[in-house]
Antibody, heavy 118, light 108 residues
Framework: EVQLVESGGGLVKPGGSLRLSCAAS????????MNWVRQAPGKGLEWVSS????????YYADSVKGRFTISRDNAKNSLYLQMNSLRAEDTAVYYC???????????WGQGTLVTVSS | DIQMTQSPSSLSASVGDRVTITCRAS??????LNWYQQKPGKAPKLLIY???SLQSGVPSRFSGSGSGTDFTLTISSLQPEDFATYYC??????????FGQGTRLEIK
């Protein structure tokens, strides 16, 4: 069974940092591109970042470029999102999602809440 | 970035109704359109990919159609578990992947 489990969310002050993790199981992690998607409270879905299977290709939404860094460790079946210089508008539930191909996300984690507030 | 506009933003319907949700892209995206269902407090779930292909395990009452700029998601006979928010997503213009604003389907 495919499982994605996010962790690392919490309360952080503006300007602070946080590192999210996504532990994958039930599939060959190293064969899939992975993504982070977020959802602000009561709002819609927003793509944040993508990383290819071998980390050769990495992309960011303009809203996080220069502040967030996506990475993965295929030996540990894990995906990460390092978030620096956090702002109030980064407050959201962050989901990791598997790309089955053609930017079609077939499995999602349960999400981890990041709250940026003083 | 390609803008995705869904209509309506919210919809009230009854069990057994046929429901159609529309998604319009600001430019042609061929058939690079996916639909997701999200229930409160849960992660999104893939329903339809490539505009009209049903994801494995999704009931056949869900269907998708369209190409270019106009797309529809149809639920042929609403079931109680279908009341949720639905999002379209374009996968044509990568990496700038964008979603529609969502359509909230409520019980009448």
């Amino acid at each position: 069974e495919v499982q994605l489990v996010e962790s690392g969310g919490g309360l952080v002050k503006p300007g602070g940092s946080l590192r999210l993790s996504c532990a994958a199981s039930g599939f060959t992690f190293s064969s899939y591109s992975m993504n982070w998607v977020r959802q602000a409270p009561g709002k819609g879905l927003e793509w944040v970042s993508s990383i290819s299977s071998s980390s050769s290709y990495i992309y960011y939404a303009d809203s996080v470029k220069g502040r967030f860094t996506i990475s993965r460790d295929n030996a540990k079946n894990s995906l990460y999102l390092q978030m620096n210089s956090l702002r109030a508008e980064d407050t959201a539930v962050y989901y990791c999602a598997r790309d089955r191909g053609l930017i079609t996300w077939d499995y999602w984690g349960q999400g981890t809440l990041v709250t940026v507030s003083s | 970035d390609i803008q995705m506009t869904q209509s309506p933003s919210s919809l009230s319907a009854s069990v057994g109704d046929r429901v159609t949700i529309t998604c319009r892209a600001s430019q042609s995206i061929s058939s690079y359109l996916n639909w997701y269902q999200q229930k409160p407090g849960k992660a999104p779930k893939l329903l339809i990919y490539a505009a009209s292909s049903l994801q494995s395990g999704v009931p056949s009452r869900f269907s998708g159609s369209g190409s270019g700029t106009d797309f529809t998601l149809t639920i042929s006979s609403l079931q109680p578990e279908d009341f949720a928010t639905y999002y379209c997503q374009q996968s044509y213009s990568t990496p700038a992947i964008t979603f529609g604003q969502g359509t909230r389907l409520e019980i009448k």
